[in-house]
């Protein structure tokens, strides 16, 4: 028997929330799109995710909102997907998951995340222990980190060992269309 994606039982905001971004792969496109991936091909290449649940999924998060789909070329028509404010706020729920994972599972840290303006690496909860405030997520500097792969197979992967500010979009090596 197939789980059902609704919670109607469920009077709490975190069972709403998992109807939206609960399933497998989800909050790993959300996760992609904040790092500055914008492009289908890159999703795929990158996540390694099937073409049928990769386009599912771009499809709930660009109806719920979290995802912008956006025209970059008419001919032949190709779109990209940018988060909307609905989407970056998705930030700290990922930053302190990406923590917990680390933390739990021992793994070793993969990426560094600082404050752009002054190069101090984020507390927990993304504040600026320097600036004593909250950075804003286009103001998050991410590095690569020691236990990061230095080379991936990917060129999405590739683009990302170079320090970058969130929701830029990656400059990719050019790959042929998948």
């Known amino acids: 028997m197939a789980l059902g994606k609704e919670y109607a039982t469920q009077q709490c905001s975190i069972a709403r929330a998992l109807e ?4 497998r792969w989800t909050l790993l496109v959300v996760r992609d799109a904040l790092y500055g991936v914008r492009r289908y091909n890159d ?6 995710i099937p073409r049928a649940v990769l386009a599912a999924r771009l499809q ?33 729920t990922l930053r302190s998951l990406g923590i917990w994972g680390r933390e739990h599972f021992g793994e070793a840290k993969l990426r560094y995340f600082r404050h752009a303006r002054c190069g101090t690496e984020l507390g927990t909860y993304g504040e600026c222990p320097a600036c004593a405030t909250v950075v804003p997520v286009q103001d998050v500097l991410m590095e690569p980190g020691p236990g990061l792969d230095p080379n991936p197979a990917d060129p999405v992967g590739r683009a990302l060992l170079k320090p970058k500010r969130l929701l830029l979009p990656i400059e990719a090596e050019s790959a042929d269309p998948v």
């Open 20 to 23: 939206v971004v609960g399933e």
């Open 60 to 92: 709930t998060l660009t109806a719920e909102g979290i995802l912008e789909k956006r025209r970059y070329q008419q001919s032949p028509p190709r779109d990209e997907y940018v988060l909307t404010e609905r989407g970056i706020a998705l930030w700290p």
């Open 43 to 48: 999703f795929l290449l990158h996540l390694g």
